[in-house]
């Protein structure tokens, strides 16, 4: 199975910063990987698919990209609705393996 | 609107079986793959399992595998998960999806509990 692993943990900002996420799967998945987020007690909403293109209505500030294995959500000029959990998966090979989550929180 | 309605979530015991039910609407249900994804409570997701369009190929996490079965009713617009032989570590909210690489729309879920 391809494991996929997210960093950081955890992270705490300001409105308006910058933030990134990174996700490095075991092996090479091409541009197969999407990113969700998912706010407290919500169903998760899915942002990005093959690394980079956004689902219909996600904000342009909501960005992918990959360098090899590593993928990298940035989030420009967060929002206060952006304090979330995001998750990044795999879409490679069964199974659909998801990262561990990244929780951004408040400064 | 597209939207996925999951229900039959409840409590069961151990070893007891349990159907998921999805309802979909709003879209063409029968041109997308689905795809089942859990979480179990303060945890993270889990990829369960998916099924195309017409039924005819699944693919499962290893730990369901010859315990869960997706399916489909095209006719019906609904996804189902079969779930038999049902373990502590099963208990998650379930939730439908729509797609599987393309994977967008979510439903709120369903929560499983197996406790005895």
């Known amino acids: 199975d391809i494991q996929v692993t997210q960093s950081p943990s955890s992270l705490s900002a300001s409105v308006g910063d910058r933030v990134t996420i990174t996700c490095r799967a075991s092996?090479?998945?091409?541009?197969?990987l999407a990113w969700f987020q998912q706010r407290p007690g919500k169903a998760p909403k899915s942002l990005i698919y093959?690394?980079?293109a956004l689902h219909s209505g996600v904000p342009s500030r909501f960005s992918g990209s990959r360098s090899g294995t590593e993928f990298t959500l940035t989030i420009s000029n967060l929002q206060p609705e952006d304090f979330a959990t995001y998750y990044c998966?795999?879409?490679?090979?069964?199974?659909?393996?998801f990262g561990p989550g990244t929780k951004v929180d408040v400064k | 609107e597209v939207q996925v309605v999951e229900s039959g979530g409840g409590v069961v015991q151990p070893g007891g079986s349990l159907r998921l039910s999805c309802a979909a609407s709003?879209?063409?249900?029968?041109?997308?793959?689905m795809t089942w994804v859990r979480q179990a409570p303060g945890k993270g997701l889990e990829w369960v399992a998916d099924i195309n369009q017409g039924g005819s190929e699944t693919h499962y996490v290893d730990s369901v595998k010859g315990r869960f079965t997706v399916s489909r009713d095209n006719t019906k617009n609904s996804l189902f998960l079969q779930m038999n032989s049902l373990r502590a570590d099963d208990t998650a909210v379930y939730h439908c999806v729509r797609g599987a690489y393309q994977s967008d729309y979510w439903g709120q879920g369903t929560l499983v509990t197996v406790s005895s």
């Open positions: 709003g879209f063409n249900f029968r041109s997308y793959w």
């Open positions: 998966q795999q879409c490679d090979s069964y199974p659909r393996t």
């Open positions: 093959a690394e980079s």
């Open positions: 092996q090479d998945i091409v541009n197969h």
